[in-house]
Nanobody, 123 residues
Framework: QVQLVESGGGLVQAGGSLRLSCAAS????????MGWFRQTPGKERAFVAA????????YYADSVKDRFTISRDNAKNTVYLQMNSLKPEDSGVYSC????????????????WGKGTQVTVSS
């Protein structure tokens, strides 16, 4: 079973950047497809980005394409989310997730979750 811990969240002005990290332990990281999701109060988790086991394939929500970049370092057991040109609507709790089966764009496709890190973008 893999444990996931996110870091890198914070408060940033609109137009700024943040880099989120998700460190994995307790499993073979390269066996997992990884995803990032965002949750805001009263709403379900929304897909942000996903990456294949090798990092060769990436997927993004339309709202973050060309602004966010997902990447991974299998030697460091870490997945990243580089967020540029941030907007107030990007605010929320960002959680990383791991899937043993497929690179999914829905939350139910993931087996393990971190607790999340808060991102707040001020206007």
């Amino acid at each position: 079973q893999v444990q996931l811990v996110e870091s890198g969240g914070g408060l940033v002005q609109a137009g700024g950047s943040l880099r989120l990290s998700c460190a994995a332990s307790g499993g073979t990281f390269s066996n997992y497809r990884m995803g990032w999701f965002r949750q805001t109060p009263g709403k379900e988790r929304a897909f942000v980005a996903a990456i294949s086991r090798s990092g060769g394939s990436t997927y993004y929500a339309d709202s973050v394409k060309d602004r966010f970049t997902i990447s991974r370092d299998n030697a460091k057991n870490t997945v990243y989310l580089q967020m540029n040109s941030l907007k107030p609507e990007d605010s929320g709790v960002y959680s990383c997730a791991a899937s043993i089966w497929r690179t999914s764009q829905v939350a139910t496709g993931y087996d393990y979750w971190g607790k999340g890190t808060q991102v707040t973008v001020s206007s």
